[in-house]
């Protein structure tokens, strides 16, 4: 390949983003040695196995083929500095950073949204990188966001929440949801007959509120991804994907899809809204949309999630 295919091809593979992991040995000698890395991948959960790839140039690869053991540290998003500093040449990387040391004495990196202690399964040789394939021995987490990485850049993974949060604190948005129930749309019914979907109330209207709200109708609900924005009387309408399980509350109606009364439905735009959803969902594939309600058609932004997803 010349310079330019390379360069080309190093761009495709960055169009997929992925989370930051610094991976982590000890060398013949005991020094600690480690790399950052965005080529991890989970393989199998029985017998449960990961790899991770490493450049055949990197000054640790001998250290990291020859160990009998390896960890991975999947950062933060606080951590960014830590994966800056493990992909330079710094001969003194262990020095700048708080590490301890875990089993089979590996080092471990604090904060991390992930651990995983691997014994060495596989080496695989594979053009200019090594595949180290590890045998899971243990796993631990900590709940913060974890760091993505994108086309060469940075990006943080759960923005969109706290960009939802910091416009309802604004005092100019409205935060819903979609919620699906054993197969129907949990929708709320309002005096004289209109129809909308459930909204978090006006005194905590945040994403945060929206979560009260349901519980204290006794539902359990996971909002699993952001749906939809648009613009409706001088607001802006943020709504949320999400399932549902529990009894269903007073105010609240299970609908199947294909009898959403649209007639009774609040405004142009949720009625745009679910009937996207209702043709989405035959589909299994959903998508974000945005736009205002003039028209009352929202703009497919992009595709998000299927209703299932096989790996293997």
Known sequence: MTDAEKRALRDAFGQFATGVTVVTTRGPDGAPRGFTANSFTSVSLDPPLLLVCIAKSAASCDAFCEAGHFAVNVLSEDQKQVSGLFASRSEDKFAQVDWTAGAHDLPLIPGSVATFICARREVIDAGDHVVLMGRVE????????PLGYH??????IGLEDRLVDAAARSGMARIGAIMEREGALLLRHHHGGAVSIPFAPESDCSLSGLTRKISTLGLTATLDHLYAVYEEAGSHVIVYHGTASGPVPEGLVPTPLGSIPFDAVVSKAQRSMLARYQEEYQHGQFGIYQGPQDGGEMGLVHQVTGRAIVKG
Request: charged share 15%; hydrophobic share 35%; glycine share 8%.
């Open 138 to 145: 243990a796993a631990q987490t900590h709940d913060a966001p």
């Open 151 to 156: 086309k060469g850049a940075y990006f943080s």
